[in-house]
T-cell receptor, first 112, second 113 residues
Framework: EPEVTQTPSHQVTQMGQEVILRCVPI?????FYWYRQILGQKVEFLVS????????KSEIFDDQFSVERPDGSNFTLKIRSTKLEDSAMYFC??????????FGNGTRLTVT | AQSVTQLDSQVPVFEEAPVELRCNYS??????LFWYVQYPNQGLQLLLK??????LVESINGFEAEFNKSQTSFHLRKPSVHISDTAEYFC???????????FGAGTRLTVKP
């Protein structure tokens, strides 16, 4: 069964550094998402992406965040200048029309 | 916009006991409803979903959930739990017009021997 793949599984970075989290959605999917989960807390919506543009974004998704689909397979989340509070598990998800979201296994981001 | 409330943050039960994890949602439009499970140190896995049709949906590992439109609920139940069911369970809702999904805060199910 096709899967959403996220790399790396764990990323450690220093405060103020830029990070790029990578995702390869399922190949025939059209809608792409990023969610995050701070340790012990709920899963929070960050952004949705369709037809090469952002469809919706939450209050969390401020100017420090950006998403990109640089080619036909990758979907990336960039944090320009990381803060301690950005430490979380970041989940990528994708779906096709009228289907549930399929999630990757997540990238654990630790900002020190 | 849609929202989800999971009333119980933690549910401890003994093995082989029945369990119900509660989920209520709010939305002004038609919705899809989901339960996801997250085992320790793993990602989110779809457990079951309600899209349309029968209001009672089942998973392959014995869980079931019933969509109750009048009570805006989608409670998850299992008649007899196993140690291996210990995990975090998230209820989620998406509105049919945009399919963007929102999650509840999660319920940590702990099954004790």
């Amino acid at each position: 069964e096709p899967e959403v793949t996220q790399t790396p599984s764990h990323q450690v970075t220093q405060m103020g550094q830029e990070v790029i989290l990578r995702c390869v959605p399922i190949s025939n999917h059209l809608y792409f998402y990023w969610y995050r989960q701070i340790l012990g807390q709920k899963v929070e919506f960050l952004v949705s992406f369709y037809n090469n543009e952002i469809s919706e974004k939450s209050e969390i998704f401020d100017d420090q965040f950006s998403v990109e689909r640089p080619d036909g397979s990758n979907f990336t989340l960039k944090i320009r200048s990381t803060k301690l509070e950005d430490s979380a598990m970041y989940f990528c998800a994708s779906r096709t029309v009228n289907s549930p979201l399929h999630f990757g296994n997540g990238t654990r981001l630790t900002v020190t | 916009a849609q929202s989800v409330t999971q009333l119980d943050s933690q549910v401890p039960v003994f093995e082989e006991a029945p369990v119900e994890l509660r989920c209520n949602y709010s939305s002004s439009v038609s919705v899809y409803l989901f339960w996801y499970v997250q085992y320790p140190n793993q990602g989110l896995q779809l457990l079951l979903k309600y899209l349309s049709g029968s209001t009672l949906v089942e998973s392959i590992n014995g869980f079931e959930a019933e969509f109750n439109k009048s009570q805006t609920s989608f409670h998850l139940r299992k008649p007899s739990v196993h140690i291996s069911d210990t995990a975090e369970y998230f209820c989620a809702v998406s509105e049919r017009y945009n399919n963007d999904m929102r999650f509840g805060a999660g319920t940590r199910l702990t099954v004790k021997p």
